[in-house]
């Protein structure tokens, strides 16, 4: 069972460019979450998506927007990048319709940004 | 806006050793988790906590939770070197329509000495 997919792995920008990241949920998982990591701090929450939506929002600009398509499979995208946004990004997805109570965040390996 | 205070943030200790991470946190969640991250890789789920009280273990590690106190602890018992990583606390509120966001703390770096 293949757990969180996320793509590219690395990639580096210049500043004031764009950024597509993709992500892939586990199967059976219909909620996406993106977290940004700046090196060495705690994951932030930048936003979440389910049925298509967005349903919440961290303390993140406009420049970073997302979207989910039928197949639950998410993507981020940042734009007029700042050195600022160098991080790791990190998708993580859960089962909002379980009724088990535990729905655990699975968390993917995350795509490393480097802003240059 | 909910804040989480990990402490230590540095922590290094002796194999066969026992000691203690915490985790304050500011306003009322509905659960907690704890997760693992070893350098350069992913967050690894370890915990869910899911009401006043629950306490959880699984090998060397117990977790705890009060939430009354609105804290959290992570107990290591007679650590041993695959111990080591970073440990993150993660208080997280849902609403309704939409599942748990996670506010994480900044991490406690783990390394367990010969």
């Known amino acids: 069972d293949a757990g969180v997919t996320q793509s590219p792995t690395h990639l580096i920008k210049t500043r004031g460019q764009q950024v597509t990241l993709r992500c892939s949920p586990k199967s059976g998982h219909d909620t996406v979450s993106w977290y940004q990591q700046a090196l060495g701090q705690g994951p932030q929450f930048i936003f979440q998506y389910y049925e298509e939506e967005e349903r919440q929002r961290g303390n993140f600009p406009d420049r970073f927007s997302g979207h989910q398509f039928p197949n639950y499979s998410s993507e981020l995208n940042v734009n007029a990048l700042l050195l600022g946004d160098s991080a790791l990004y990190l998708c993580?997805?859960?089962?909002?319709?379980?009724?088990?109570?535990?729905?655990?965040?699975?968390f993917g390996a995350g795509s490393r940004l480097t802003v240059l | 806006e909910l804040k989480v205070e990990q402490n230590p943030l540095f922590l290094s200790m002796q194999e066969g050793k026992n000691y203690t991470i915490y985790c304050n946190y500011s306003t009322t969640s509905d659960r907690l988790y704890w997760y693992r991250q070893d350098p350069g890789k992913s967050l690894e789920s370890l915990f869910v906590l899911l009401s006043n009280g629950a306490v959880k273990q699984e090998g060397r590690l117990m977790a705890s939770l009060d939430t009354k106190a609105r804290l959290s602890t992570l107990h290591i018992t007679a650590a041993v070197h695959d111990l080591s990583a970073t440990y993150f606390c993660a208080p997280a509120r849902g609403s309704g329509g939409s599942n748990y966001k996670l506010t994480f703390g900044k991490g406690t770096l783990l390394t367990v000495n010969p």
């Open positions: 993580a997805s859960s089962d909002l319709g379980s009724h088990s109570g535990a729905n655990v965040l699975t």
